[in-house]
């Protein structure tokens, strides 16, 4: 019979599976190797890979048989966070791994990318073929005068082309950095005028839900406003020719030179991402080559158990780290699936339609799409072949527990259900899948390999069985070697150790059961996450307000229950101003032009005033809470206020709201 404690998992791996996935073979090759424990499964290899943390990352790293140039001195001179100094002198490529598979005679001519548009038409580029076009456009970037440590940015949509610039930036030893077309110019110059790029890739326009979005004068107003570019290359996604001093994609890309891979220091910058910018610029989040490359093949190869046999499809843009993510598929030697547009063209299920196409066999993909589709009744196992899906996987926001079940009864009901959560900030999952171990109703299934994952409260004890904040408690490799622009590390420091000096703090609100699985309560900060894509409210913000009707707004991001998530924007106007049809619609005209559409309001609500600490910052985690239903006098301190009156407000609306939606 089974305890009220420990429900019956949704879904059990047979020993057939537990057998042949990569992370039992890496268990029993480690236990002979480096003495990691040979019983005791999953629990126990994780265990041994917090307490034995060097031991483990040279572990994955003869596991994969990662290739330095220079040997290191040892795997982690500095465990210090932040700071960490991991595999000192030794010297590598991410590149030269990536397009490693290319080398063997047996897979030079299969898939190394699958593009596919909303066509659903299927383009595959070849391993030998996306190597010429690295070793290509590397020389190119070369005899532009590129160097190791300039920047590359890229204004370009889920394409091959993009993978292309982006490995060959990283043979260079240059620093990639990208962003969506979606994106409107001034979210864009806020992300790549930090890092001062000295190329620029970019389309002339994308297609979106079977419309063309020409992004001339976008892409015009980024040159002008970059002056450090030395190029810009042009690819016609659109069919138009380059502009005016624009190089055109297929001249640099039509040579056939011998890939060349700078070999750079472990810690060698790789790529930049960029957090949300809730409170003023998008923080330019650095990681390196060498963090990268050990990161995301223990996070691909064991915990997605990816390898050669498999098809990896993940719904994301070039501005998420999802993207970044997909990309190093190419390392496991996986085919890689680029979609390129809409994920619910020409209807909800158009994913299933891809993965079928594509013959998928990790489809990942957001917890919100997998709620749109049980609301809109499709039924994927039904309607399509899915018989190559091994795992489904969903980040962006927690997977309800109907999301759970709907998956289970609507796509397969021997399913692999990976709920994973992480960040833009180590690019990778801090608690996921992991393919030996049951899934249950609502649950991540473990904390990551070398993960040292665990639930803390105010006071940093640690909580099992509660909720509490994400911590961190050792290094990962991936974590930033630093933010750009953050001469001293004092905006790094802030943004995570300030809580709990020397321990990663997240900013999600997490519970750790007594089966060691995860629970994520969604943010504890107010960051704002539409379809996986972050932004920040000040990006919203910096909008909004320069409209002559606004006196000040105030945004807030909720998930709600039953999946979904509600976005409204408050806002306070002046004096004689109307909130009326036609400013509703210059407002959402406004975010949908100069942000991006997936970040236009649910909802537009007038109020009597935005309230403020008392330093002058809006208050929106509080206002957050108040909408989620928490009591004023425990969502905020009302000594921190400079309007509690004002508070007030948003805590009768959460009442409002149980009682029936609020209109637009």
Same mark, same amino acid.
């Given at each position: 019979?089974?305890?009220?404690?420990?429900?019956?998992?949704?879904?059990?791996?047979?020993?057939?599976?537990?057998?042949?996935?990569?992370?039992?073979?890496?268990?029993?090759?480690?236990?002979?190797?480096?003495?990691?424990?040979?019983?005791?499964?999953?629990?126990?290899?994780?265990?041994?890979?917090?307490?034995?943390?060097?031991?483990?990352?040279?572990?994955?790293?003869?596991?994969?048989?990662?290739?330095?140039?220079?040997?290191?001195?040892?795997?982690?001179?500095?465990?210090?966070?932040?700071?960490?100094?991991?595999?000192?002198?030794?010297?590598?490529?991410?590149?030269?791994?990536?397009?490693?598979?290319?080398?063997?005679?047996?897979?030079?001519?299969?898939?190394?990318?699958?593009?596919?548009?909303?066509?659903?038409?299927?383009?595959?580029?070849?391993?030998?073929?996306?190597?010429?076009?690295?070793?290509?456009?590397?020389?190119?970037?070369?005899?532009?005068?590129?160097?190791?440590?300039?920047?590359?940015?890229?204004?370009?949509?889920?394409?091959?082309?993009?993978?292309?610039?982006?490995?060959?930036?990283?043979?260079?030893?240059?620093?990639?950095?990208?962003?969506?077309?979606?994106?409107?110019?001034?979210?864009?110059?806020?992300?790549?005028?930090?890092?001062?790029?000295?190329?620029?890739?970019?389309?002339?326009?994308?297609?979106?839900?079977? #419309?063309?979005?020409?992004?001339?004068?976008?892409?015009?107003?980024?040159?002008?406003?970059?002056?450090?570019?030395?190029?810009?290359?042009?690819?016609?996604?659109?069919?138009?020719?380059?502009?005016?001093?624009?190089?055109?994609?297929?001249?640099?890309?039509?040579?056939?030179?011998?890939?060349?891979?700078?070999?750079?220091?472990?810690?060698?910058?790789?790529?930049?991402?960029?957090?949300?910018?809730?409170?003023?610029?998008?923080?330019?989040?650095?990681?390196?080559?060498?963090?990268?490359?050990?990161?995301?093949?223990?996070?691909?190869?064991?915990?997605?158990?990816?390898?050669?046999?498999?098809?990896?499809?993940?719904?994301?843009?070039?501005?998420?780290?999802?993207?970044?993510?997909?990309?190093?598929?190419?390392?496991?030697?996986?085919?890689?699936?680029?979609?390129?547009?809409?994920?619910?063209?020409?209807?909800?299920?158009?994913?299933?339609?891809?993965?079928?196409?594509?013959?998928?066999? @990790?489809?990942?993909?957001?917890?919100?799409?997998?709620?749109?589709?049980?609301?809109?009744?499709?039924?994927?196992?039904?309607?399509?072949?899915?018989?190559?899906?091994?795992?489904?996987?969903?980040?962006?926001?927690?997977?309800?527990?109907?999301?759970?079940?709907?998956?289970?009864?609507?796509?397969?009901?021997?399913?692999?259900?990976?709920?994973?959560?992480?960040?833009?900030?180590?690019?990778?999952?801090?608690?996921?899948?992991?393919?030996?171990?049951?899934?249950?109703?609502?649950?991540?299934?473990?904390?990551?390999?070398?993960?040292? @994952?665990?639930?803390?409260?105010?006071?940093?004890?640690?909580?099992?069985?509660?909720?509490?904040?994400?911590?961190?408690?050792?290094?990962?490799?991936?974590?930033?070697?630093?933010?750009?622009?953050?001469?001293?590390?004092?905006?790094?420091?802030?943004?995570?150790?300030?809580?709990?000096?020397?321990?990663?703090?997240?900013?999600?609100?997490?519970?750790?059961?007594?089966?060691?699985?995860?629970?994520?309560?969604?943010?504890?900060?107010?960051?704002?996450?539409?379809?996986?894509?972050?932004?920040?409210?000040?990006?919203?913000?910096?909008?909004?307000?320069?409209?002559?009707?606004?006196?000040?707004? @105030?945004?807030?991001?909720?998930?709600?229950?039953?999946?979904?998530?509600?976005?409204?924007?408050?806002?306070?106007?002046?004096?004689?101003?109307?909130?009326?049809?036609?400013?509703?619609?210059?407002?959402?005209?406004?975010?949908?032009?100069?942000?991006?559409?997936?970040?236009?309001?649910?909802?537009?609500?007038?109020?009597?005033?935005?309230?403020?600490?008392?330093?002058?910052?809006?208050?929106?985690?509080?206002?957050?809470?108040?909408?989620?239903?928490?009591?004023?006098?425990?969502?905020?301190?009302?000594?921190?206020?400079?309007?509690?009156?004002?508070?007030?407000?948003?805590?009768?609306?959460?009442?409002?709201? #149980?009682?029936?939606?609020?209109?637009?």
């Amino acid at each position: 019979m089974t305890s009220a404690a420990s429900p019956a998992p949704l879904w059990q791996p047979d020993p057939d599976r537990i057998a042949a996935a990569r992370i039992t073979r890496f268990q029993s090759w480690a236990a002979e190797r480096y003495g990691a424990p040979a019983q005791g499964g999953y629990a126990a290899l994780h265990r041994w890979s917090v307490d034995e943390l060097e031991t483990f990352w040279r572990a994955v790293a003869d596991w994969f048989d990662v290739r330095l140039s220079a040997p290191y001195e040892r795997v982690l001179a500095d465990p210090a966070m932040p700071g960490a100094q991991w595999f000192p002198g030794a010297t590598l490529n991410y590149a030269e791994h990536a397009l490693r598979t290319a080398e063997d005679p047996a897979r030079t001519h299969d898939a190394a990318l699958l593009h596919v548009d909303e066509t659903h038409e299927t383009t595959p580029i070849s391993w030998s073929e996306l190597r010429r076009q690295v070793g290509a456009l590397a020389a190119e970037l070369r005899a532009l005068g590129v160097r190791p440590g300039d920047r590359v940015s890229g204004y370009l949509p889920n394409i091959p082309q993009a993978v292309t610039a982006l490995l060959a930036t990283a043979a260079v030893g240059a620093v990639w950095t990208s962003c969506a077309p979606d994106f409107g110019a001034r979210s864009v110059l806020d992300r790549f005028q930090q890092v001062e790029p000295v190329i620029l890739f970019t389309v002339d326009g994308y297609r979106y839900g079977g #419309k063309e979005h020409d992004r001339t004068e976008t892409v015009a107003e980024l040159r002008s406003e970059l002056p450090t570019l030395r190029a810009v290359i042009h690819i016609p996604l659109l069919g138009t020719e380059a502009p005016a001093g624009a190089l055109d994609w297929s001249a640099v890309t039509s040579g056939d030179t011998e890939p060349v891979f700078e070999q750079v220091p472990f810690d060698h910058p790789l790529w930049v991402l960029y957090s949300s910018g809730t409170t003023g610029l998008p923080k330019a989040i650095v990681q390196s080559q060498g963090g990268i490359l050990l990161e995301h093949f223990k996070q691909l190869g064991l915990h997605c158990d990816l390898g050669p046999e498999d098809r990896f499809f993940w719904y994301t843009s070039t501005g998420w780290m999802m993207w970044n993510f997909l990309v190093s598929g190419l390392l496991t030697g996986t085919t890689v699936v680029l979609y390129d547009g809409s994920p619910g063209y020409p209807d909800t299920g158009a994913q299933w339609r891809i993965a079928e196409r594509t013959e998928a066999t @990790l489809f990942g993909t957001s917890a919100a799409y997998v709620m749109a589709c049980r609301k809109a009744e499709v039924h994927p196992g039904r309607d399509h072949d899915l018989s190559r899906i091994k795992c489904v996987a969903t980040t962006g926001s927690p997977l309800p527990p109907d999301g759970f079940r709907w998956l289970h009864d609507e796509v397969a009901e021997d399913l692999w259900i990976a709920s994973v959560s992480g960040g833009t900030d180590v690019c990778s999952c801090f608690a996921g899948a992991v393919p030996t171990l049951p899934v249950h109703i609502g649950e991540l299934q473990a904390a990551c390999l070398g993960t040292d @994952l665990q639930s803390w409260d105010p006071q940093g004890k640690p909580l099992i069985g509660e909720v509490g904040e994400l911590v961190v408690t050792n290094p990962m490799p991936s974590m930033p070697i630093r933010f750009w622009n953050d001469p001293d590390g004092s905006r790094y420091r802030d943004s995570y150790f300030e809580m709990f000096p020397g321990v990663w703090r997240h900013g999600d609100w997490i519970t750790i059961t007594d089966r060691g699985s995860v629970i994520i309560h969604g943010r504890s900060d107010s960051t704002l996450n539409r379809q996986g894509v972050r932004m920040g409210s000040a990006d919203i913000y910096e909008a909004v307000e320069r409209l002559p009707e606004i006196k000040e707004s @105030l945004v807030i991001g909720l998930e709600e229950p039953d999946g979904g998530y509600w976005m409204p924007l408050f806002v306070h106007l002046v004096d004689g101003a109307s909130l009326d049809d036609g400013l509703r619609a210059r407002i959402k005209q406004t975010i949908r032009e100069e942000l991006s559409p997936r970040h236009v309001p649910d909802d537009i609500i007038e109020v009597p005033g935005v309230p403020h600490t008392l330093t002058g910052k809006r208050i929106e985690v509080p206002v957050k809470r108040l909408l989620q239903g928490t009591a004023l006098a425990k969502a905020v301190n009302p000594g921190s206020v400079d309007n509690l009156e004002l508070l007030r407000f948003y805590e009768e609306l959460a009442r409002t709201r #149980k009682a029936g939606p609020t209109g637009d």
